[in-house]
């Protein structure tokens, strides 16, 4: 049987949504964002997918990381070095116009606890 997978909606506060449209809308987070769409990738694998600079490419995963859009995993390897992987964490973007701005973020839950 296929595991169902679950979405939340969650409003960005109003605070961040010029900030945070202008970053998702950024060429370089859209192009990290469907390299890790579908299974985690380490900094390398979306490197060679994207073709984006290490430090660009840092300096948006931190920002998407910190905005909850990506999410990080990982542990230790075979030799003790530290690894991590990062994959999308939302399904999709909204962007509601009206008297102020509003981001939506529908998120993925793999595992929701009933």
């Known amino acids: 049987m ?3 997978s679950y979405c939340m909606i969650q409003n ?4 961040s949504s010029p900030k945070l449209v202008e970053l ?3 060429k370089f987070s859209i192009k990290i964002l469907q390299s890790i769409s579908t299974s985690p990738k380490s900094i ?4 060679d997918d994207t073709k984006i600079p290490m430090t660009t490419l840092w300096r948006r995963i931190r920002f998407l990381k910190r905005n909850k859009i990506i999410k990080q995993t990982g542990g230790f390897g075979p030799s003790s070095r530290r690894y991590y992987f990062y994959q999308n964490s939302i399904s999709s973007i909204n962007f509601i116009f009206g008297q102020s701005l509003t ?3 529908v998120r993925k839950i793999s595992n929701p606890i009933i």
């Open 24 to 26: 998702l809308l950024d």
């Open 12 to 15: 960005a506060s109003e605070d």
């Open 44 to 47: 390398n694998m979306i490197k």
């Open 103 to 105: 981001v939506r973020l």
């Open 2 to 4: 296929k595991p169902t």
